[in-house]
């Protein structure tokens, strides 16, 4: 054979060859991880009524964070609200001003209504080995070596459980923080996290000859890592290991991980902090309601697998803002900074910029010095508005000594029911009504309803109008229940609502007086009443009051038009 021919033959085998070897690296095996929370004490199994009338099974579309570097796959369902969708924004943003996202950070939401019913939500992580055969969250790896778009990682919602997603600015209901549990369950996303999993009678490492980043950071009291079991322990030897002392071995410093001494504990043990703080990624996970944000330590240990984390040595602290940032942009928002140890900061540099969805940047808007910074109630132009109306922006805090921090706002254009006060508490002639004055106080909005109802009279409406603030006097309220005050407020973005509740003042007891209220069994014609949302909005297609989801409504009878009745499902 020719020399000539013999060298092409060689380069023919050797492209082969890296095709192959190509192949092959596509179809890496991966890996399922898998982290739940258990429900709380408020779980309640109810079905909400759809919101729309037809929905394609199956359909999809793509939510995207602010400036895209994390985007969701969520359903077309009557269950994703335009309360979820901000449960879920919200949680996007704020981690996406905490990270240096090179490729997008990818997953998918669903809606389960068959879920177990000791299960509040849980996220299924696609993990794989990067080209030094180190186990991570398929996400992280994209950052790194770019592999393939995530195609399992996955949150799973109980559809079932009475998620709070309510905003300011709207009546609150549901009990368990939708935003916590999203934000929650993002960290796992990103990787924070043992990859043990349940393994045919025992435990192993998602992939039994590797361990991932995150297991190699988790150490015993002796500070032998549970990485080194991978490939070599036993399913007694790794759960042996998991019962002891846990901590997060992270270059700041060792932080206490959840164990349980009576033995592991699946979807727990190594995968939650154990500290003595609130903090969004410990366990026990104890109040549900409350609007926790992401902490030091959760942002250390994303930093110590790899993750590009931004500087995060300040805190910083809004004045009518919640923890997320979220407040009305009517206000006035005063920032102060402090240092980890909650030491304040006298000597900051402060910028403030708003984010023009037109050109994909952030705009500055304002500059300070000094120990505190102040964000002016200015409504700028329709581009630097959110889907939820919301004026979107960021506020940065510098030191001398280059410490620095970057906190989102989410400023909300819809009126903002500030409070009210109730003055000239009269008795009315019928002994069992009485009269008073009530002063409204509220932001951006100069009109409005006021509805005030009780367990056993009609709903009232009076308008409101002026801006700021007005007085209107209600005749007739009945003495002998609680008092449900309704402030429903317009402007050119939308609503805004509030509920109050006041009680007379009386010593007589309530028993003897009717509520006249249908029963929740109770089955009528169609036609012979109506259902309304508290907001006035008609419910069509109610035959039975029992189809109703939880919530206040307004029933009135079509051949009493004038007598309204307020209905509650528990």
């Excluded at 055969?133 to 770019?146: D, G, K, M, T």
């Excluded at 979107?392 to 400023?411: H, K, M, W």
């Excluded at 006060?421 to 019928?430: C, L, M």
Aim: charged residues 20%.
């Amino acid at each position: 054979m020719e020399g000539g021919d013999m060298k092409c033959i060689l380069s023919i085998l050797g492209l082969l060859f890296s095709l192959s070897s190509t192949a092959i690296g596509q179809t890496e095996e991966t890996y399922k991880v898998t982290y739940v929370d258990s429900v709380g004490n408020n779980y309640s199994a109810y079905a909400p009524q759809p919101l729309v009338e037809t929905v394609v099974e199956g359909e999809t579309y793509e939510l995207r964070s602010r400036q895209g570097n994390i985007l969701a796959t969520v359903p077309v369902s009557p269950y994703m609200t335009i309360g979820v969708e901000h449960c879920l924004m919200m949680a996007m943003d704020v981690w996406e001003e905490q990270l240096n996202i090179k490729e997008p950070v990818r997953f998918k939401v669903t809606f389960n209504e068959n879920m177990s019913p000791d299960v509040e939500i849980q996220t299924t992580v696609e993990y794989a080995l990067d080209r030094n055969r180190n186990c991570a969250p398929l996400n992280l790896l994209n950052q790194i070596e770019f592999q393939r778009k995530d195609e399992v990682t996955t949150i799973d919602i109980n559809a079932y459980v009475y998620w709070n997603s309510s905003w300011a600015n709207e009546l609150e209901f549901g009990y368990d923080n939708l935003t916590t549990a999203l934000t929650r369950h993002l960290a796992h996303i990103l990787g924070f996290g043992t990859s043990i999993v349940q393994s045919g009678t025992g435990i192993n490492f998602a992939n039994p000859n590797t361990a991932s980043l995150f297991d190699n950071l988790i150490v015993n009291a002796d500070n032998l890592s549970l990485g080194s079991l991978a490939g070599f322990g036993s399913s007694e030897a790794i759960e042996a290991f998991l019962v002891q002392d846990l901590y997060l071995n992270l270059p700041g410093g060792k932080q206490r991980l959840y164990s349980n001494s009576q033995g592991f504990v699946l979807y727990r043990s190594g995968c939650y902090f154990s500290l003595e703080k609130d903090n969004l990624m410990n366990y026990p996970y104890q109040d549900k309601t409350k609007l926790l944000p992401i902490n030091p330590e959760t942002l250390d240990a994303l930093s110590a697998i790899g993750w590009e984390v931004k500087p995060h040595e300040l805190s910083l602290d809004g004045s009518s803002l919640d923890t997320y940032g979220y407040g009305s942009v009517y206000q006035g928002h005063i920032f102060k900074a402090s240092g980890q140890d909650g030491t304040p900061i006298t000597n900051a540099r402060w910028k403030y910029q708003l984010y023009n969805n037109h050109s994909g940047a952030y705009v500055d808007q304002a500059q300070g010095t000094g120990g505190s910074f102040t964000i002016p109630s200015t409504l700028k132009g329709d581009e630097y508005l959110d889907k939820f109306q919301c004026q979107q922006g960021r506020v940065i805090c510098e030191t001398n000594d280059g410490a620095s921090v970057s906190y989102p706002v989410f400023l909300d254009a819809h009126p903002l029911v500030l409070g009210y006060q109730i003055a000239n508490v009269q008795d009315a002639e019928n002994p069992y009504y009485f009269s008073f004055d009530i002063t409204l106080s509220y932001v951006g909005s100069d009109n409005g309803v006021l509805t005030v109802c009780n367990e056993g009279g009609a709903a009232m409406l009076f308008d409101i109008k002026g801006s700021g603030q007005t007085t209107i006097h209600v005749p007739n309220a009945f003495k002998y229940s609680q008092l449900w005050i309704d402030v429903s407020l317009e402007n050119r973005y939308g609503s805004g609502t509030k509920r109050f509740y006041y009680t007379y003042n009386v010593n007589r007891q309530k028993r003897g007086l009717q509520t006249n209220l249908p029963d929740v069994q109770e089955t009528f014609p169609q036609e012979s009443f109506e259902v309304f949302t508290l907001q006035g909005i008609k419910i069509k297609g109610v035959s039975n009051l029992h189809e109703l989801p939880k919530g206040t409504y307004i029933i009135r009878k079509n051949n009493k038009p004038w007598e309204s009745r307020k209905y509650m499902v528990k």
